[in-house]
């Protein structure tokens, strides 16, 4: 699981020492397991939301862990032309390698440690597929995709497209020199990310070594979202088992706290994690397939418009499908 990495942590800057008797660690207030499933032309996913309020994700709406799977030359699949309205899509690449192409322009190649950041607004066609190279030879693949909910006055802005390469990131150890943090956006113990966003929210991506122990500061005011990519060990004040394909969502306080165990399994170097937060937007939501909006006259307008192509046209030169 490469994503980004340096060869000495001990240089990056640390994450201040917390002290337990002014710091109010999070509880958990919800721990789930995703279940597995398939995408756009078959590619396995874990749907790591399932089962977990709208209210307790609020500003997000969806996330698929993609992989992690070591392909055969012939198998790399992605996903058809779709359409999009009143969100943002967010595809983070930890191993492996994908496309994006959009109606407005916007696209490129995201690799190891790249997050492509969609703002789809009043209305856009995209497309992800793996490059002809990867299909060809096969190879590993695994990455995020977490969407990212836009408040009623941006629902219908003009789409955007940002291209975050993993060297971008702001990069923090903990004090010991135990973990790796990637503040993709927001900001992380005063460390911003170089993702724009509408919603104030934090993304990260920690890599925590066998025994290491993250105690991360975090908004009052936001929700606070913890997904196990590898590994395991324990999530919360109260110290709750969590593993490979778990969520939890945390109640209020100031500060996260993950443990990894001392022990992982003989072919999981370090416990990942996917960190995510952000202030709730607090509007109704009205989500079908590919649209999310406020009310269901609003899904019903934009299905009306994707069927009249006011989405957007399928530019003419296109990246090859590979289905």
Known sequence: MPAITV??????PRLPRLDPATTTYRPVRRLTTAPSGYEGEGFP???AFAGVPMNELDPFIHLDQMGEV???PGEPKGTPWHPHRGFETVTYMIDGTMDHQDSHGGGGTITNGDTQWMTAGGGILHI???PEQLVMSGGLFHGLQLWVNLPRAAKMIAPKYQDLRGREA???TTPDGGGLIRVIAGTIAGHAGPGSTHTPINLAHVTLQPGARLELPWQPGYNALVYVL???GTVGAEQRPIHLGQLAAHAMGDALRVDADPAQDSNIPAMELFIMGGRPIREPVAHYGPFVMNTREELM??????????LG???AERIPHTG
């Open 170 to 172: 702001a990069l923090l």
């Open 301 to 310: 307008q934009a299905f009306e418009d994707f069927q009249k192509g006011r």
């Open 313 to 315: 046209v399928i530019p």
């Open 7 to 12: 060869d000495d942590v001990l240089v990056l």
């Open 45 to 47: 996913v874990r749907r």
């Open 70 to 72: 070591d392909y055969a």
């Open 230 to 232: 590898a590994g395991r």
């Open 128 to 130: 992800e597929a793996p």
